[in-house]
């Protein structure tokens, strides 16, 4: 390298800008970011209604979507609309329909990631009721001595 000084001072010159780009950074609170918070609850009755299922996707006939090959596990956005209608989505994606021309398709989608919080709800409810049966038993027991 024939100015070696050069390649040092650009490289500590980066650094430098790394640094001053992370202390502007702006850190949100998190009580700030979300607003209306509520606890999640009821939702061990509301899960029972739902239907996993295994599917696959028709990438043959709908190649121009981009939808995953082979065996896939789910909902079927139809089955959760009732139970969770917050989780469903209509997904728009623009496909090519000819020569200079494309079209809009949509579908219904079910977001699997947002029905993460509400699987942790409904733990928490059974994980309650089996702690109230358990002393229930145990007072039970103590009786029939």
């Not at 650009?10 to 009580?31: P, R």
């Not at 789910?74 to 728009?92: I, K, R, W, Y």
């Not at 029905?115 to 702690?131: D, R, T």
């Amino acid at each position: 390298m024939k100015y070696p000084l050069l390649g040092k001072s650009a490289l500590f010159g980066l650094l430098l800008s790394v640094c001053a780009f992370s202390a502007n950074a702006q850190k949100i609170d998190e009580k700030e970011l979300k607003v209306e918070v509520q606890k999640v609850s009821g939702s061990t009755q509301q899960l029972i209604s739902l239907e996993p299922v295994k599917f696959r996707y028709d990438v043959k006939k709908y190649k121009h979507l981009g939808l995953p090959a082979g065996s896939q596990y789910g909902f079927l956005a139809s089955n959760v609309q009732s139970s969770f209608p917050d989780l469903v989505h209509e997904t728009s994606k623009q496909v090519p329909s000819g020569k200079n021309s494309s079209k809009v398709a949509s579908y219904n989608e079910v977001d699997n990631n947002d029905l993460i919080p509400v699987l942790v709800a409904a733990i928490k409810e059974q994980q309650a009721e089996i702690e109230n049966l358990k002393k229930e038993v145990g007072l039970l027991k103590q009786k029939a001595k």
